[in-house]
């Protein structure tokens, strides 16, 4: 059975600094991997999907990375921002499967 | 930019009540999802749906929950009885094909239900 976890579950930090989030997954038989903002109280809005034959994936100040046969996943963003302030998650899809798996998600607080 | 749109965007119930939770796809998508996210918890996968039929469902779907689509357009997820733990977020999302590395699940904004 996949699990998928992120670490940490909440990080502050100043704006203006580039931050990583990690996820990482126990079964490395996926087809791929998406990245999700969640603002409170509100829905999914996916950031980006990284295929299981890539490496990366970038979009504006956000990449993303994967490293499949390590089970591990990391959201790069750049140049923080207080906009950026929400909950990340990480979710992969396994061979086999229609079902995405979520992370239990990362809080994240940019300081103004 | 087609997007999924869910109705209610919240519902508050008896407990024992019935509630049907309405998701609109996007269009030219044939594989549809319904999640939930208790509040503070993941989000978890309840059930999949292709051509007419449920192709997956998790042992959260049990016999008080169904879904249907009623016509070329809703997808619908019922609660028969709804319990004070059914309170949640719940996501309906879509896709046009359901396995391949390019596959992404579109979700809608959700409709938070509240069990009283």
């Not at chain 2, 004070?84 to 094909?97: G, H, I, V």
Request: charged share 20%; glycine share 6%; with cysteine.
């Amino acid at each position: 059975k996949q699990e998928v976890t992120q670490i940490p579950a909440a990080l502050s930090v100043p704006e203006g600094e580039n931050l990583v989030l990690n996820c990482s997954f126990t079964d490395s038989a996926i087809y791929n991997l998406q990245w999700f903002r969640q603002d409170p109280g509100k829905g999914l809005t996916s950031l980006l999907l990284i295929q299981s034959s890539q490496r990366e994936q970038t979009s504006g100040r956000l990449n993303a990375s994967l490293d499949k046969s390590s089970g591990r996943s990391t959201l790069y963003i750049a140049a923080s921002q207080p906009g950026d302030s929400a909950t990340y998650l990480c979710a992969v899809l396994n061979f086999g499967n229609e079902k995405l798996t979520f992370g239990t998600g990362t809080r994240l607080t940019i300081i103004p | 930019e087609p997007e999924v749109t869910q109705t209610p965007s919240h519902q508050v119930t008896q407990m024992g009540q019935e509630v049907i939770l309405r998701c609109v796809p996007i269009s030219n998508h044939l594989y549809f999802y319904w999640y939930r996210q208790i509040l503070g918890q993941k989000v978890e996968f309840l059930v999949s749906f292709y051509n007419n039929e449920i192709s997956e469902k998790s042992e959260i779907f049990d016999d008080q929950f169904s879904v249907e689509r009623p016509d070329g357009s809703n997808f619908t997820l019922k609660i028969r009885s709804t319990k004070l733990e059914d309170s949640a977020m719940y996501f309906c999302a879509s896709t046009e094909r359901v396995r391949g590395p390019s596959y992404e699940q579109y979700f809608g904004p959700g409709t938070r239900l509240t069990v009283t």
